[in-house]
């Protein structure tokens, strides 16, 4: 159940993110909001729980890096894409991903790529989840190359 919590997270810290910036949110509103309403409760015991600490990581951690998250995918998007013009959730997404690949060097970048294509693909059709595979394996293999080499 562990990895569970650890995917659930992720999809949490998409939500908090998406509520912020939908509702225009301060940061520890937002995420507060988020913490009282939208986790699972003590009546809903057979939901995961996320791991808290890795919501909050990402949470934060994208807020304070979110420039050079973005000047990132954007470095690496299909030249008949345009960032101002992706989709509010498409970006977060993309976002989440790009802050773990640069920030978990403990956890394979190919884990990564994965849980967010898996996350993509429950919101998007098949043409987005493969535009977010290619951003995000553009950026694993030049900033993680190591994840993607043939032993």
């Not at 979110?66 to 990132?72: C, D, G, P, S």
């Not at 790529?113 to 989840?129: C, D």
Request: negative net charge; aromatic residues 10%; contains cysteine.
């Amino acid at each position: 159940m562990k990895n569970k919590g650890k995917t659930v997270a992720r999809l949490s810290a998409i939500q908090a993110l998406y509520l912020k910036d939908s509702q225009e949110l301060a940061a520890d509103d937002a995420y507060n909001e988020f913490l009282a309403y939208h986790l699972p409760t003590k009546s809903h015991q057979d939901l995961v729980a996320p791991d808290i600490e890795l919501l909050k990581k990402i949470f934060y951690g994208i807020l304070a890096r979110r420039e050079e998250i973005h000047q990132l995918i954007k470095d690496n998007l299909p030249p008949e894409w345009h960032f101002d013009r992706l989709e509010v959730m498409l970006k977060i997404i993309l976002e989440c991903a790009c802050f773990e690949i640069i920030s978990s060097l403990d956890l394979h970048a190919k884990i990564i790529l994965n849980e967010y294509v898996n996350i993509a693909s429950s919101y998007f059709s098949q043409k987005e989840t493969v535009f977010v595979n290619g951003v995000l394996n553009s950026i694993a293999r030049k900033y993680r190359p190591e994840s993607f080499a043939q032993n």
